[in-house]
């Protein structure tokens, strides 16, 4: 089935199987998923302002997991400091060797 320049405004999808489909170029503003199954959905290239998972605006959800990534890259990357004589361990963060 397929819906090309459609406007349907107000309507209601209940209990339906809809999985593996496609939309694109869609305007879902406004919309409500409830005790839906999005498991292995994708969102690309979406405008998801002001979209809420849960109360909790997605946007802010995604700004925590790419600080969390740069984070744990900039882990990955930093020199550890070289144990201090007679240690067995290099320092702690913060700890002056």
Do not use: Y
Request: net charge negative.
């Amino acid at each position: 089935m397929n819906f090309l320049h459609t406007t349907a405004p107000e309507i209601l999808v209940l209990d339906s199987r809809l999985n593996h489909s496609r939309f694109l170029s869609s305007d879902l503003s406004r919309s409500v998923f409830r005790e839906c199954d999005l498991s292995h959905t994708e969102f690309e290239q979406c405008n998801l302002a002001g979209a809420t998972i849960d109360g909790v605006a997605v946007t802010e959800l995604l700004e925590c997991w790419k600080q969390r990534q740069a984070e744990k890259a900039e882990r990955v990357t930093r020199p550890r400091k070289p144990p201090a004589p007679g240690s067995l361990f290099p320092p702690a963060d913060g700890e002056n060797a």
